[in-house]
Nanobody, 115 residues
Framework: QVQLVESGGGLVQAGGSPRLSCVAS????????VGWYRQAPGKQRELVAI???????NYADSVKGRFAISRDNAKNTVYLQMNSLKPEDTAVYYC?????????WGQGTQVTVSS
């Protein structure tokens, strides 16, 4: 069982650059993938960024070039650096780690972008 705790959200002005952190209670070294998802009010949860198979990362088109996902296996931590935030980035952001056959989720951290 792996528990995930996100932090770093809050109220941010448009154009801001906060960094989200996700600390895992266990090792993420052997995780099949680590990623960030988000869910805006009235919308389905969507993939924001994911790392699978080493350091290769993929991003949603809406955040490509603005967000960057990274991981520190020694600290069991996954990061999401968010740059040039827009009001449409407002959502609850969830950390996800896949250790087959289980998918683990954090409790989410709210990011609200003011214009």
């Amino acid at each position: 069982q792996v528990q995930l705790v996100e932090s770093g959200g809050g109220l941010v002005q448009a154009g801001g650059s906060p960094r989200l952190s996700c600390v895992a209670s266990g090792s993420i070294f052997s995780a099949e993938s680590v990623g960030w998802y988000r869910q805006a009010p009235g919308k389905q949860r969507e993939l924001v960024a994911i790392m699978a198979g080493g350091d290769s990362a993929n991003y949603a088109d809406s955040v490509k070039g603005r967000f960057a996902i990274s991981r520190d296996n020694a600290k069991n931590t996954v990061y999401l650096q968010m740059n040039s935030l827009k009001p449409e980035d407002t959502a609850v952001y969830y950390c996800n780690i896949v250790v087959r056959p289980r998918w683990y989720w954090g409790q989410g951290t709210q990011v609200t972008v003011s214009s």
